[in-house]
């Protein structure tokens, strides 16, 4: 059993049409997704081995799902050596006990976290509150969204749906002055607030973007500095990690040192990258906890082509490119996961219910897949678990029915036949325009935001048999 | 050679002009195109819906069908894409066929090593590359060259043309409100372009974009580039 | 059973079982252009201020870059001659945070090794480096690199590190944000002003 915010309440349509209806959402949106891909696209320009980049970063993924079970336990070994304590976690509810008691144990009702999906994911911070632990967000995005009492809804910018004058009247409603609405100010206003926070806090919580195998050190990606003084002035550091972000050899991080920050943020490097291996005396936390989570992981790599989602690096490239995901933003989604990562991960870690219409909600454009700096094949996945349904028995009618009359010349000619005629009245209602503007459910759905054409009035084969056979 | 024309079913139904089109083209060229009259749909509805027992059989019999011919042409990216990308995977008997089955500007381009292929349209138009074709097929600029080489052509750029215009098969249907958000971008760039036609190598989208244009009384019309290619 | 065994037992269960290879075709050496260039055009562009000397004219540089200094942070192994210029107060370990968040103080840093390709400046918590905190509460950071140490790329700079296990910083420019409409903007909670010494 997995759980926690992965499991998307309203069915992807209904939830979309809500989001679709906010016109200063959708502006946005394209303004920041717009802005990000044009960055992307210029940066990974720069790379002239970019292509041989992503092959070695998704077959060093593949080979790391192949050999899990035995660099889990190098990790293990490795990470206790250097002096960190290693848990593990079958699900979100676990995690969240296993760190609410470490927490707990330092008798500190106040922590302070590094921005991590996997944190989101397991619903930690529901956790800690419930516990009587309040724990602040350190990251602008994160802060943003916690402040606003929302949700995020990007992986990489928590708050994109935002602008930053909403950024600023939510900061003034949470007694945050910033004496303008442009973005040096309200980062600066999230100093001062911050500041004081980092330098008194006990326990620091994280998550992390790899974590390798041969020497037990962890890594974690940021640009703002709240990571680093998360993860260098507590003396407590609590990481959450999802068993999935393994690396074999602290070599393979060039690869993904490379991939990352470039895919993501549009960077050459981000601004910060930390490491760090156990205790380290003098320097940094003396008591370090590393929780290793599976919460669905384990299920999403027994499937042959789902488990390449497990490659991901949690870049976001992908929702930066995605159309779907730009019209409609990461809420829709219902899941941390957004995007077309989320379609095909969210489902995966935990199946069922509304997560069922995740994999419908995309047009199979392909952009994401092009965008993927570990190749993970998203349409294919889509495509995959589509196979699992729902099917709504009338559309399972119709698709069987045409499969019956299409693989089989006479029935076909002779659907086109019927098709033609049918469509022969309607021709002569539409008159000269040529084209239908209503037409009756299931087709109701096409005509609902565009007009239809109708058959012509002599098929191809028709022509053919007309024109060619005689 | 031996070239065979993959017309697809929605052609076949709603677009048989794209069909007339091919031929007129090839023929121009001196080729003889032969229509084999067991096609029928390539199976890409079903496979890209969940349905891929149901596909099966369609894939079947476009491998019989079109086996034995040393080129099989069709006017459709993502009905080609379908045969490329998918039916090395769901029918292990396919390579012959699949590697022989060209969308029509990459059989123009590539094997016949034409660009220019006489035709004349006096007016203004602008192309959108459709997903398949750009991302899957890679087609890159093939069909564009093929349209700059017709007389009297005048070739539009079309802003955010790499971006989908929102069709996907079902997804217009099961997620018709965020269709017809990503259709209304589309149709507004291709409006601004001033373009009297916006071409593309899909009647599928061509359709979605053509409905959205005539929804909202725009003056640009949807057209497959091979009836362009086919005009004199 | 305990959540560790059950963990593995599900991995050991689920995991492919064929071997996967992994190519290692993309650039293990990257040169070419002039690194040096290259590194201070990086950091130039990320924000940071650069300066290019002699080993002679090391120490007036340091001393110009900290004229507005309140105090100077410097690292036990910090080499003497670095602040020969420098006539404000000197703070050395040990050090508490307070000290480090006064206003005005500025650390003053060696690196491990500099990726020109990237324009990052690797720490590695050397003698000339101290360790993580000295370079993260202060706001004004300034950083000597030598031109041996400047490297390509990212795999040649990972391969010179002595000890990967040691704490690592990688810095590229001064803190900053991409979290307010996707813009990058300079300046949140680690060093706002990043200068490096390039030292010829």
Not at chain 1, 2 to 17: C, D, E, K, Q, Y
């Amino acid at each position: 059993m997995s759980g926690g915010n992965i499991v998307a309440r309203l069915p992807f349509p209904v939830a979309a049409r809500k989001e679709l209806g906010d016109a200063q959402l959708r502006a946005n949106l394209r303004n920041a997704t717009h802005t990000i891909r044009d960055k992307r696209l210029r940066m990974v320009g720069e790379v002239p081995d970019w292509e041989e980049l992503r092959r070695s970063g998704a077959a060093i993924k593949d080979d790391v799902l192949s050999r899990l079970p035995e660099l889990l336990t190098q990790f293990e070994a490795a990470a206790t050596a250097a002096g960190a304590t290693v848990h593990w976690a079958r699900d979100a509810a676990e995690a969240c006990a296993v760190v609410t008691a470490l927490v707990r144990d330092t008798g500190t009702a106040e922590v302070v976290k590094v921005k991590s999906m996997v944190t989101q994911e397991i619903g930690l911070n529901d956790s800690l509150e419930a516990a009587g632990i309040a724990a602040v967000e350190t990251d602008l995005a994160e802060l943003i969204v916690q402040l606003a009492g929302d949700t995020p809804s990007h992986i990489l910018v928590p708050a994109i749906h935002y602008n930053r004058s909403q950024i600023r009247d939510i900061f003034h409603r949470n007694g945050l002055s910033a004496l303008t609405d442009d973005p040096p100010a309200l980062a600066e206003a999230a100093r001062r607030h911050l500041r004081a926070k980092f330098l008194s806090a006990r326990v620091g919580i994280s998550g992390a973007n790899f974590a390798v195998a041969e020497s037990g050190t962890l890594v974690v990606v940021e640009s703002e500095g709240n990571g680093r003084m998360c993860l260098t002035l507590p003396e407590t550091l609590i990481s959450v990690v999802g068993i999935e972000k393994i690396l074999p050899t602290f070599r393979d991080l060039e690869v993904f040192l490379q991939l990352l920050p470039r895919s993501s943020t549009g960077e050459r490097m981000n601004p910060y990258t930390s490491l760090w291996t156990g205790v380290t005396p003098g320097d940094g936390p003396q008591t370090v906890h590393i929780v290793l989570v599976d919460n669905g992981r384990t299920e999403t790599l027994a499937d042959d082509v789902g488990r390449q989602a497990l490659r991901c690096i949690r870049c976001s490239a992908c929702l930066n490119v995605c159309p779907v995901y730009e019209r409609v933003g990461g809420h829709a989604y219902g899941s941390v996961y957004p995007g077309p990562i989320g379609a095909i991960l969210s489902p995966q870690l935990s199946g069922g219910g509304a997560n069922r219409t995740l994999p419908y909600a995309s047009t199979l454009c392909g952009a994401c897949y092009d965008a993927c700096p570990v190749r993970i094949n998203i349409p294919e996945v889509l495509v995959h678990l589509r196979q699992t349904g729902p099917h709504p028995p009338a559309e399972r009618a119709a698709m069987r029915a045409l499969s019956w009359i299409m693989r089989d010349r006479r029935r076909y000619a002779a659907a086109l036949r019927a098709a033609r005629r049918g469509a022969a009245p309607i021709r002569w209602a539409t008159g000269r325009r040529g084209a239908v503007r209503h037409l009756p459910w299931p087709l109701s759905k096409w005509t609902s935001t565009r007009d239809a054409p109708l058959p012509a009035k002599q098929t191809f084969r028709e022509w053919w048999a007309h024109e060619r056979t005689r | 050679m031996k070239v065979a024309l993959f017309v697809t079913c929605v052609n076949d139904l709603v677009f048989p002009g794209t069909g007339r089109a091919v031929v007129e083209v090839l023929e121009r060229l001196g080729h003889t195109v032969e229509f084999p009259v067991e096609q029928g749909c390539c199976g890409q509805m079903h496979a890209n819906s969940g349905y891929r027992e149901e596909a099966l059989p369609l894939v079947a019999n476009f491998v019989k069908t079109f086996d034995g011919y040393d080129a099989v042409v069709g006017p459709s990216g993502s009905c080609v894409a379908m045969v490329r990308d998918w039916y090395p995977k769901l029918a292990p008997d396919s390579g012959e066929v699949v590697a022989r089955t060209y969308e029509l500007s990459e059989f123009l381009v590539d094997v016949l090593g034409v660009t220019d292929v006489g035709a004349t349209f006096p007016h203004r138009v602008t192309y959108h590359p459709t997903c398949h074709g750009l991302r899957m097929l890679r087609l890159g600029d093939r069909p564009r060259r093929l349209l700059e080489s017709v007389r009297g052509l005048e070739l539009l750029d079309l802003p955010g043309a790499e971006e989908c215009c929102g069709f996907g098969g079902t997804f217009a249907m099961k997620n018709a409100g965020v269709s017809g958000a990503m259709l209304a971008d589309k149709c507004r760039s291709i409006v601004d372009t001033g373009a009297e036609y916006v071409a593309a190598v899909d009647n599928s989208c061509l359709a979605h974009i053509g409905g959205g244009l005539s929804r909202a009384g725009g003056p640009a019309k949807p057209i497959h580039y091979a009836e362009i290619l086919a005009a004199s | 059973m305990s959540a560790r065994d059950e963990v593995l037992r599900r991995v050991r269960t689920a995991r492919p079982s064929a071997p996967v290879t992994v190519p290692r075709d993309y650039r293990a050496v990257d040169e070419g252009d002039d690194l040096v260039e290259l590194l201070v055009d990086r950091l130039v562009d990320y924000k940071a201020t650069v300066r290019r000397c002699g080993p002679h004219e090391l120490a007036g540089a340091i001393g110009e870059l900290l004229s507005d200094a309140s105090a100077a942070v410097v690292p036990p192994g910090a080499p003497p001659e670095w602040l020969e210029a420098y006539q404000g107060r000197v703070l050395r370990e040990p050090l508490a945070v307070a000290d480090l968040d006064a206003p005005g103080v500025a650390v003053l840093t060696g690196c491990a090794v500099a990726v020109a390709r990237t324009g990052t400046l690797i720490l590695d918590a050397g003698p000339d480096q101290g360790r993580r905190a000295l370079t993260l509460v202060p706001d004004h950071h300034i950083c000597v690199v030598h031109t041996g140490q400047i490297v390509g790329g990212v795999p040649e700079a990972l391969a010179r590190l002595a000890d990967p296990t040691r704490p690592l910083t990688l810095v590229s420019g001064p803190s900053a944000t991409s979290d307010i409409e996707l813009n990058r903007v300079e300046g949140v909670h680690g060093p706002r002003r990043l200068d490096v010494v390039v030292v010829d």
